[in-house]
């Protein structure tokens, strides 16, 4: 059966719009020596590699992690490479973990990252391959339309975007590490910001960052190893991936039957059955302001229809009964291949009760969250201070 | 852990040129069909998909996401993807299987070569501030193992044509590859090189194909297989990306995961070798007697599409056994430069 697994060690770079000062390796690597150094291991007792990151042409280097290997500490060693589209960081936590949990490795590194500034994604995700639907203006432009099907939905009053996004970029000026430091953010300069893709604002749309974040999961005796030594770790209480097509009959974008299975199977899995009562800290995936409530409701958060008004009666703040990115989120650093990664290092920081600055009071239990393609690809896990 | 079995293998036919998209839906969809009715398993006993593919290979970002269109997936499915040869995606299957998340599970690798210029294409998996600026193609970075390999005393050109008739004549009982015939060593030797000393016959062919594996839990294999092909070893490691701070003549990641899967005294080994001298590299790295048969189905050297022939050689090794013809059987996967990548899967008849 499966073996227990947890977090113990995280590790992140600064992220920003163009890290000019390294390269891909040394990006990689300083999110590498950090979760190491945080688990208190060195590269010498990790048993294998995980590595994601979202589309090569967003560098322009084919199967990067080729030429990574030797500043991944990766040389002589099992190597992975998962892509998931944006929700790959995810989808690399949950296959280190399995690692661990199948009781193949004792500790297992699972690293992710995206160097936005050495290509151009929007300029990646514009290709149009015969036979394919073109996507054009980016990802934005995709998913507006989602959007503005969320809000004639719901009826939720326009300003609720603008919150998700004061509330983001407020959080992030709380962490070190995020790309965006706005602590002076407003509704009213969000409101004021041009318009991209009607209703997403500027201010309303995540960055493109460079960035990458490693994480470094141990088995029972591995993590009971460092709580022992005085260093809190995250035990992994459940783990869930859906897949669904990209387009179909009866697709719903708003709310796709892939996420909110996924998000079932994890509450049962963790022995959750109110997640709103039990969870007490959230990393989702937010890359447009409005996917907040829109990603509460398919994660049976809230009812549909209804996940706006814990935005609106700001329960997702720091503070709130259910806080969401206290890191900053997407909206405040979009490293895109780590952004999944980043969700689920964050939540594991929750409960380890390191978050510094943007630390829930007494997280105890806490989701990581990641989607990618279009509304398809879904993980996620929850993660313990005890074993559960 | 549950004893994982391979109970299904399919593979599409290896061509120059298929009419499929860079996705590989056309070439995927019969070829799922095929193994689920082997095994007499519909699409909603699957408990866990996972693929092989490369974005770069396809000349767009996101391939596999189309390729899901290839399974249906609605109801929604546990699926993943990893942008290696398919044979990594049939491994973190197998870890799949072995937590308990899933009894049956189908791993598939798509690769559609003749979309790009492959060997151009390959070149951009080299280091990108020092070494892709120059362009060295990948036949050029194998000619310049051979070389290294012949001057060494390692092997000739003489064995590697050798390699090379052999594969072809075993392909000829093999319907799905794309390179086939009864040709002399000899013959071979008096052709033109194409990047010295490699002669075209020392190359894999480039082409098109897909290729799909099953595996099952303990309780489930013997349900849906007449004679289970189990694994017993799955072992993969990496060697350094730095060209020149490896010895190209040996592949220690090679050494090291055959040694790991218990790769010796086998029957029959199906070997992922682009290059006849890669062949006689790997028998040497994983230590295969000179009595084991190697690449029955004529290999990579007869039908190599990128991401799916690691694949379909722990299939075409699974099948052996399946098929009663051996009781012991390896198969081997390679990815990267110069046999970087390994990857190797023991398999046995119970």
């Known amino acids: 059966m499966k073996q227990q697994a947890a977090v113990i060690g995280v590790g992140q770079t600064r992220h920003r719009a163009r890290r000019a000062d390294v390269s891909i390796a040394g990006l990689c690597r300083e999110a590498v020596d950090r979760a190491i150094a945080d688990a208190g291991v060195g590269l010498a007792d990790i048993d294998a590699v995980v590595v994601g990151k979202a589309p090569d042409l967003f560098e322009g280097v084919m199967m990067p992690e080729l030429y990574l290997a030797d500043a991944l500490g990766a040389t002589g060693k099992p190597l992975l490479r998962v892509h998931t589209a944006g929700s790959v960081g995810g989808a690399t936590a949950l296959v280190a973990a399995s690692l661990v949990q199948a009781g193949v490795h004792r500790r297992v590194l699972a690293v992710a990252f995206e160097k936005q500034s050495e290509s151009n994604a929007m300029w990646a995700l514009s290709i149009t391959p015969p036979f394919s639907m073109p996507v054009l203006a980016g990802a934005g432009g995709y998913f507006a339309p989602h959007i503005r099907a969320y809000i004639r939905r719901s009826g939720a009053p326009e300003h609720i975007g603008a919150m998700v996004a004061v509330k983001d970029r407020r959080n992030g000026s709380l962490n070190p590490y995020a790309h965006l430091q706005q602590p002076d953010i407003t509704l009213e300069s969000v409101r004021s910001s041009p318009m991209l893709w009607d209703p997403v604002r500027y201010d309303e749309t995540c960055p493109s960052s460079d960035g990458a974040c490693a994480v470094v999961l141990g088995d029972q005796a591995a993590a009971a190893a460092a709580e022992a030594a005085g260093r809190p770790v995250a035990w992994i209480r459940a783990t869930s991936m859906r897949t669904e097509p990209t387009m179909f009959a009866g697709k719903d974008h708003v709310n796709p039957r892939a996420g909110a299975d996924a998000a079932a199977a994890l509450w049962r899995q963790a022995g959750i059955t109110d997640p709103a009562g039990e969870i007490d800290a959230a990393e989702i995936y937010v890359p447009f302001s409005w996917f907040e409530p829109m990603w509460l409701e398919n994660l049976g958060f809230a009812a549909p229809g209804e996940g706006w008004r814990l935005t609106a009666a700001g329960e997702t703040e720091i503070g709130g009964s259910l806080p969401v990115n206290p890191s900053g989120g997407v909206l405040s650093s979009n490293p895109i291949g780590a952004s999944g990664l980043l969700r689920f290092a964050e939540a594991a920081l929750q409960v380890m009760g390191k978050a510094g600055a943007h630390q829930v009071a007494g997280a105890r239990t806490a989701l990581g969250h990641a989607y990618g393609g279009g509304s398809q690809y879904f993980s996620m896990w929850v993660v313990s201070s005890t074993p559960g | ?350």
């Not at chain 2, 390959?122 to 501030?129: E, K, M, R, S, T």
């Open chain 2, 1 to 350: 852990m549950t004893d994982v079995a391979v109970v299904g293998f399919a593979q599409a036919p290896c061509v120059r040129r298929s009419d499929s998209t860079t996705s590989g839906v056309e070439m995927l969809v019969p070829i799922f069909a095929e193994v689920l009715a082997s095994t007499g398993l519909a699409k909603g006993d699957i408990g866990f998909w996972c693929s092989g593919s490369s974005d770069y290979l396809a000349g767009r970002a996101f391939s596999f996401v189309q390729a899901v269109d290839a399974i249906g997936a609605f109801p929604p499915i546990m699926e993943s993807h990893v942008e290696m040869d398919g044979a990594w995606a049939l491994y973190e299957a197998w870890v799949k299987i072995r937590t308990g998340d899933a009894d049956v599970a189908l791993a598939y690798g798509f690769g559609k070569s003749s979309a790009g210029d492959l060997r151009r294409v390959l070149a951009l998996q080299l280091d990108p501030y020092l070494l892709a600026p120059l362009w060295p193609d990948s036949v050029s970075i194998a000619a310049l193992q051979a070389r290294l390999g012949i001057d060494a005393g390692l092997w000739s050109e003489k064995e590697m044509a050798e390699v090379a008739a052999r594969s072809r004549a075993a392909a000829v009982s093999n319907p799905r590859a794309q390179v086939s015939g009864e040709i002399s060593a000899e013959e071979l030797g008096t052709r033109p090189y194409i990047a010295e000393p490699l002669r075209a016959h020392d190359c894999a062919p480039v082409g098109d194909g897909a290729a799909v594996v099953i595996l099952a839990s303990a309780e489930r294999a013997p349900g849906l297989c007449a004679r289970p092909a189990w694994i017993t070893g799955f072992e993969h490691r990496i060697d350094s990306g730095s060209l020149g701070a490896r010895d190209l003549t040996t592949a220690p990641s090679a050494v090291a995961a055959g040694r790991a899967a218990g790769a010796g005294a086998v029957d029959v080994a199906e070997l992922h070798a682009p290059f006849t001298h890669q062949e006689i590299l790997l028998r040497e790295a994983l230590g295969l007697a000179g009595s084991v048969r190697v690449n029955p189905s004529g290999g990579a050297l007869c039908g190599n599409p990128m991401f799916a022939a690691g694949l379909a050689r722990i299939g075409e090794a699974a099948r052996q056994i399946m098929t009663g013809r051996a009781g012991r059987a390896l198969g081997h996967a390679t990815g990267g430069p110069a046999l970087q990548q390994n990857l190797v899967c023991v398999l046995e008849a119970r």
